[in-house]
Structure formats: structure tokens, C-alpha cells
């Protein structure tokens, strides 16, 4: 089933609902994972034709390669969280009183060319009065004695310009002075505005959406971090316990036909063997891709899991207390409602070709599902060990969590409330 996904890319909307959010979040990191892969034997595949064709005129080789950090994933840096960052209201206050300076600094510019023209034109007059009067005074008074007037003239001159320098001075520190007092009544308005804003519904709805956003950023965050070290997790500890290539090994050697999974099983009871030469004796059973009525899933579990022994207890004939037939999730839920925390059960689910095990927090319900489509049992994007059955499934989890997040231990089976059982029209 999990190998079906990732080659389809795909997921029934109805079995994603089946899945709890440690088995979706699971499952999206593998689809992920095959995105990644496919993604990279294309473009190795586009890098070797491109090898066998003459190389392009124009090529500047530039690649573009993520920043990744200790723990060998791409890094990212969240300003204002990182360590040695400003606080949030260290740079909100940083950004008003800049904002409130340059404010201040464009309206000083702007005065200081109105003054600036004002001077210009002030003392451009002055100089053009005196010249004419000079003009008309002593040239036309001395003519003999022009060099004398041109001396007093660039004296005149002189001083016009210096008078000038002064004034430009202290037109320049008074716009100075303005300037300063205009951006700390800007950076106070400012100030004022946000307070004000604060207050305001309108705002505070934004601010709530903001935080809101960033809760579900940061929950989305933690969710996949928690998945992919999960899967991780899961991972290493197949390896560890070995399980993952004993069983490769089992299954490499097992042909699982009708004739050798009766070899391989324990006895059954008298009903059972004559159930399977009746099954024997039909018509050749076909699997389709998916269940589709409650008739197909009893001849799926009649023609493929009762050889493998799927609901017994190990080593003996008996119904394992924890099996349930085809039942809904709503009514496993009801079974487990007065339960403690640990209580589960298994039932056969209407999906997927396999299980789905329902199991009771301290405070609700989980449910995971169980892939028992190839030739082992496992969880469908939890748990990557494969079990041989059902039963080495479930006593494996009893030992050990199916989750690290959850730490579910499978402590107490729910066993039947009703006469005949649930899974009596399974052994029909």
C-alpha cells in the first residue's frame, strides 16, 4: 500500500482521514523524500545527455547550493529567535525612531533649500544695490579714481560674503535645531499611533491573526521535525533489533502459495482446515486494488490471512483477545470508552487491505493502520518494521512505543462485548 502511494504520488482522501497526525506527517516526509529522488535522477539523467552534446557558447557555471547546517539540514534563520538577536521590541522601537529621522531629516532638506534660496537672493540683491549705487555715485562722481573704486567694491564684496557665511551658518544650526525637534515629535506621534493602535479592535485582530500564523507556522515546523526524527528513530531501531533483515531473508525464502502457507502455519482447528480445502476448491480468488463491500473483505481475509494465522493467539487456536471484525472506527471507540490508558484492539478495516489498530489515550482515541497488503505486517507511514503476522506486530509494540511523540504501549487488549463476537462472520 505505502509502495502504491509513492509510485502514484497520490492518497484517497477517505484513507487519509484513517490516518492520525504522527502517521500523515510520517507519510508526507516519504512522499517528500520520493520527490527529492526523483527530482535528482532527472536532473542526473538531463546532466549526462548534456554531457553527450557539444557544449553550449555561453555557460557561467553558476549552481546554487543551500547553507545546511550541523544537522545536515538546509539551516534557516528566524529573525528575532536566533541567539543574539534584538527582542521584538527593540527592533519595532529601532525602526520608529529611524523612520521618524529620516522623516525629519527629508523636512529639514527641504526648509534648508527654501532658506538657502532666500539668502541667495537676499544678499545677490544687496550685492547688485550696492554696485549700482557705487555706480552711480563715484564712478560718475571720480572718474579718475577707478581703481579706488573697484578696491572698495571687492571690500564691499568681501564683507557681503562673509555676512553671507555667517548667516548660512546659523540658518544651518537653527535647521539643525528644528530638525532634531522634529523627528522627537515625529518618533512621540509614532509612539502615540502604535499605543493607540494597540487599543484598537481592527489591530488587535491583526495581532491575533499574526500570532495565530505564527503558532501554526511553528506547530507545522515541530510537526515535521517530529516526523522526520520519528522515521528516523523507527529506522535505527529496525536496524538495531536486526528484525528488518531477518525478515528479508524469511520472505526471500518463502513462496507464499496456498500449499506452503499451510506448511508454514501452525495446525488449525478441524473448521478451519475444512474452511481452507472449500476455499481451495474455488474459483481463483483475485485481489482488487481496493475494498469495496464488506462480501470482499471477508473473501480477502478467508483466502489470505487466515493461512498466515491473522487474529490467533501465537502458538495456539484461540481468538486473540484483542481481534475485532469489520467494525467502525466510532464503534471501536465505544468499546474502548471506559477503558484505561493502553487499552487498544485490532479490527479489520474497510480502507485499506489490512488492519487498523485502535488505541485509547488518557485523553482520546488513535488510531493507526495497519498495511498487510504485501507478504508482512507493519504500520502504513509509522512504523518501518515488517512483522511475519499480526500477532509479532502487536507483541512487539507491547515492548516497544509505536511513537516517540505519543509513547503508546500496548498494555491491555479490548476484548468482545457482544454474542455471537464481531469477527464472527469471518470464520464462517
Same mark, same amino acid.
Given at each position: ?15 487519509? +482521514?484513517? &490516518?492520525? *497526525? $504522527?502517521?500523515? =506527517?510520517?507519510?508526507?516526509? @516519504?512522499?517528500? #523524500? !520520493? ?113 579706488? +573704486?573697484? &578696491?572698495? *567694491? $571687492?571690500?564691499? =564684496?568681501?564683507?557681503?560674503? @562673509?555676512?553671507? #557665511? !555667517? ?118 480468488? $483475485? ?142
Amino acid at each position: 500500500m505505502l509502495q502504491q502511494i509513492l509510485r502514484d504520488m497520490y492518497i484517497d482522501p477517505e484513507l487519509l +482521514a484513517e &490516518l492520525n *497526525e $504522527e502517521q500523515k =506527517q510520517i507519510l508526507f516526509y @516519504k512522499m517528500r #523524500e !520520493e520527490q527529492l529522488r526523483r527530482w535528482r535522477e532527472r536532473e542526473e539523467k538531463a546532466r549526462m545527455e548534456e554531457g553527450l552534446l557539444p557544449p553550449p557558447m555561453v555557460s557561467d557555471g553558476k549552481r546554487v547550493q543551500w547553507l545546511r547546517g550541523k544537522d545536515g539540514e538546509v539551516w534557516v534563520w528566524v529573525m528575532g529567535e536566533a541567539p543574539g538577536d534584538k527582542p521584538y521590541e527593540q527592533i519595532s522601537e529601532e525602526l520608529m525612531a529611524e523612520r521618524a529621522r529620516q522623516q525629519a531629516q527629508r523636512e529639514a532638506e527641504e526648509l534648508w533649500r527654501q532658506k538657502e534660496a532666500e539668502i541667495t537672493k537676499k544678499f545677490r540683491d544687496a550685492m547688485a544695490q550696492e554696485k549700482a549705487r557705487i555706480v552711480a555715485e563715484k564712478w560718475k562722481i571720480e572718474m579718475e579714481d577707478r581703481k579706488a +573704486a573697484k &578696491l572698495e *567694491e $571687492e571690500k564691499i =564684496q568681501e564683507e557681503l560674503k @562673509k555676512r553671507e #557665511e !555667517e548667516e548660512r551658518q546659523k540658518g544651518e544650526e537653527l535647521i539643525r535645531q528644528q530638525e532634531e525637534i522634529r523627528a522627537k515629535e515625529l518618533y512621540l506621534s509614532l509612539k502615540q499611533a502604535q499605543q493607540h493602535s494597540q487599543h484598537s479592535d481592527d489591530d488587535q485582530e491583526w495581532e491575533e491573526q499574526l500570532r495565530r500564523s505564527k503558532a501554526a507556522d511553528e506547530e507545522r515546523s515541530h510537526q515535521a521535525r517530529r516526523a522526520r526524527d520519528e522515521y528516523r528513530r523507527q529506522s535505527l531501531r529496525a536496524i538495531q533489533k536486526g528484525r528488518v533483515a531477518g525478515l528479508s531473508h524469511l520472505f526471500q525464502g518463502t513462496n507464499l502459495s496456498n500449499d506452503q502457507d499451510i506448511k508454514l502455519t501452525f495446525p488449525l482447528s478441524p473448521v478451519s482446515t475444512l474452511l481452507m480445502l472449500c476455499l481451495s476448491c474455488s474459483s481463483i480468488w $483475485e485481489r482488487p486494488a481496493r475494498p469495496f463491500c464488506r462480501d470482499v473483505i471477508v473473501r480477502w481475509f478467508k483466502e489470505e490471512q487466515l493461512p498466515r494465522r491473522a487474529g490467533f493467539e501465537r502458538n495456539s487456536n484461540r481468538i486473540a483477545p484483542w481481534f475485532h471484525g469489520i467494525i467502525s472506527r466510532q464503534e471501536a471507540e465505544e468499546l474502548l470508552m471506559n477503558k484505561s490508558e493502553g487499552a487498544f484492539l485490532v479490527r479489520v478495516s474497510e480502507k485499506i487491505w489490512g488492519y487498523a489498530l485502535s488505541y485509547r489515550q488518557q485523553n482520546g482515541f488513535k488510531h493507526f493502520l495497519v498495511d498487510a497488503s504485501g507478504d508482512f505486517y507493519s504500520f502504513l507511514g509509522v512504523d518501518p518494521n515488517r512483522h511475519p503476522t499480526l500477532t509479532d506486530l502487536i507483541d512487539f509494540h507491547k515492548e516497544e512505543i509505536i511513537t516517540s511523540s505519543g509513547g503508546e504501549l500496548l498494555l491491555e487488549p479490548c476484548g468482545q462485548q457482544k454474542n455471537p463476537p464481531d469477527y464472527s462472520p469471518l470464520f464462517e
